[in-house]
């Protein structure tokens, strides 16, 4: 069996990392979403290519790291707590 990255949440649903690889997963996608923050440099208003430049980067490393999430970490469901 291999070693879990990410274990269930215990409420609601979701991971939460438990190992160094998941803490650095984490880390790496705040600083990718950071660093696509930090390129926007201005308001919306002043940018028409929001969607492009933010959403799309977005979304792709969110997919990313839930792909990761499922991949090393145990099957989700929603859970109340509990033992």
């Known amino acids: 069996m291999q070693k879990l990255w990410f274990k269930r949440k215990k409420y609601g649903w979701g ?4 190992t160094w690889q998941g ?4 880390l790496v996608y705040i600083g990718c979403m950071l660093g696509t923050a930090s390129l926007l440099d201005g308001g919306v ?3 028409s290519n929001f969607l492009i430049r933010f959403i799309v980067p977005f979304v792709f490393f969110t997919s990313i790291l839930i792909a990761i999430c499922y991949k090393k970490g145990e099957k989700p469901k929603w859970t109340w707590g509990g033992k």
Not at 15 to 18: D, F, G, K
Request: glycine share 0%.
């Open 15 to 18: 991971w939460t990392p438990v």
């Open 23 to 26: 803490w650095v997963v984490v």
């Open 45 to 47: 208003e002043k940018d």
